[in-house]
């Protein structure tokens, strides 16, 4: 297993850094910005960290991938989400034995030109036997035919994408994974979903209607021992989300100079205590794959690390006061305060990942 090294726990690149900060807003409220928001991804070079050399990356870790995720999701959630999805589509290629389709579509998505859409929060759910599979494929004489929707997506790029699916196997009874190119007849994505924020993340619905796919597409012919091998990733990777949103929170909280809210310093140092725990306990888990057979564990610090997301802005709104309402004065705490709240409802949402903890618990005699 790759060991994360310091190197790649720098700081965002300047000029990145600078324009996630100037179109946040922009990118929380509107798809102005959509399309260029992965080439500036790209171009700091994000999307080759952990991915080794051979293949194009710069080298390192999943943690350190984690640690860009949530460096970027300190300036915009919409950002980070789209990193997320892009970042974890790039994983799925990495730990797919298919080599010539990760030779194949790798290039263009470490550069920007491509975007890699996760498509599996449907499998995640199905592994853990919250919901059956939504689309099905057959095996035909040139490959496969596969229908099936995917409600929810992000980074459908409209300027080009790949999605990973999962699909029920009626020939072989197997369920697996695969890439499906935008451009193949029979996909058809929506118009963006109406959220309420992070518009500008490219999030659709697609839908496959009798797609035929060759065998170069197929990602993995076993969805049952491929997802708990790419869940650590995938979970993992979403944790930077939180990560992000609780750092700057704290930051902002504790940068308040009113004396009278001094009382809550401690609670920010306990906060901030907590966040670095957790980062520890997440960053300790991808390295030395724990997480593969003890997935409760990395439940349990997703779960911790949006609670921490939503405390954190909790502190900044009361270190901060009245003035966290004007809009001349807010410095993106309305926008914090939508991200933090859509942090529980990643797939899997906090209430799912409850439930499996739930469920993993020894029944009392």
């Known amino acids: ?99 010539a389709l990760a030779a194949r579509l790798l290039p263009d998505l470490l550069a920007g030109r491509l975007a890699g859409a996760t498509g599996l929060s449907n499998a995640m759910k199905y592994l853990s036997g919250i919901e059956s599979l939504q689309s099905s494929v057959t095996e035909v004489p040139d490959g496969y035919a596969l229908d099936g929707k995917l409600p929810w997506v992000t980074n459908l790029r409209k300027q080009g994408f790949a999605v990973a699916l999962a699909a029920d196997n009626a020939t072989t009874g197997q369920p697996a994974i695969f890439a499906i190119p935008h451009d193949i007849d029979g996909l058809s994505r929506s118009d963006d979903l109406d959220l309420i924020a992070l518009r500008g993340s490219n999030t659709a619905a697609i839908s496959l209607d009798g797609i035929r796919l060759g065998a170069e597409w197929l990602i993995h012919a076993d969805a049952n021992s491929f997802l708990p091998a790419v869940r650590p990733a995938f979970l993992g990777l979403q944790c930077g989300l939180a990560l992000g949103v609780a750092r700057t929170s704290l930051r902002m909280a504790g940068a308040t100079r009113d004396a009278h809210r001094s009382i809550l310093r401690d609670e920010i140092d306990q906060a901030g205590a907590a966040l670095e725990a957790q980062w520890r306990l997440l960053e300790q888990g991808v390295e030395n794959g724990v997480f593969r057979d003890k997935p409760a564990q990395l439940f349990q610090i997703r779960i911790s690390l949006a609670e921490l997301a939503s405390a954190a802005l909790a502190l900044e709104l009361q270190a901060r006061g009245g003035n966290a309402y004007l809009n001349d004065r807010t410095d993106g705490f309305a926008r914090r305060s939508r991200e933090a709240a859509f942090i529980p409802i990643v797939t899997p949402s906090l209430v799912q990942l409850k439930t499996q903890l739930a469920q993993r618990r020894p029944v009392a005699a």
Not at 9 to 22: F, G, K, Q, V
Not at 24 to 31: K, N, R
Not at 48 to 77: N, T, Y
């Open 1 to 99: 297993m790759t060991t994360s090294t310091a190197i790649f726990r720098l700081p965002l690149d300047e000029r990145l850094s600078a324009w996630l900060s100037d179109h946040a807003e922009v990118l929380d409220a509107g798809d102005e910005q959509a399309g260029a928001l992965l080439p500036q991804l790209a171009d700091a070079g994000l999307f080759r960290i952990g991915v080794p050399p051979e293949l194009g990356g710069s080298g390192g870790a999943i943690a350190d991938a984690i640690d860009a995720v949530a460096r970027v999701a300190e300036h915009s959630l919409t950002a980070a989400f789209v990193f997320w999805g892009h970042r974890t589509f790039i994983e799925y290629l990495l730990q797919s034995p298919n080599h």
